[in-house]
């Protein structure tokens, strides 16, 4: 089965960047069906982004790309606020989670 290990993570302060990856152990099928999602403390895990739509709250700021050579989804992060703390995961069908990777902006 395939899995999805994300990196990329760590701590910044508001405004910097970030670039999350997520890498497929496997082959997956099609990369356009992965997704980003992020669960901060206390909240229930929401998604951030796929390929075709983001999340009102971080359009204009992240962006979602793929390398199929690298069977790999990044996620850019610009222009990061506090709100933005969380675990980020990626998921690919058919219920695929990969472990997760921290980010945290400070104010």
């Known amino acids: 089965q395939v899995q999805l290990v994300e990196s990329g993570g760590g701590s910044v302060q508001a405004g910097g960047s970030l670039r999350l990856s997520c890498t497929g152990s496997?082959?997956?099928?099609?990369?356009?069906?992965v997704g980003w999602y992020r669960q901060a403390p206390g909240k229930q895990r929401e998604l951030v982004a796929t390929m075709i739509s983001y999340a009102n709250s971080v359009k204009g700021r992240f962006a979602i790309s793929r390398d199929n050579a690298k069977n790999t989804v990044y996620l850019q992060m610009n222009s990061l606020k506090p709100e933005d703390t969380a675990v980020y995961y990626c998921s690919a069908p058919p219920g695929i989670w990969g472990q997760g990777t921290q980010v945290t902006v400070s104010s």
């Open positions: 496997g082959s997956i099928e099609n990369l356009n069906v």
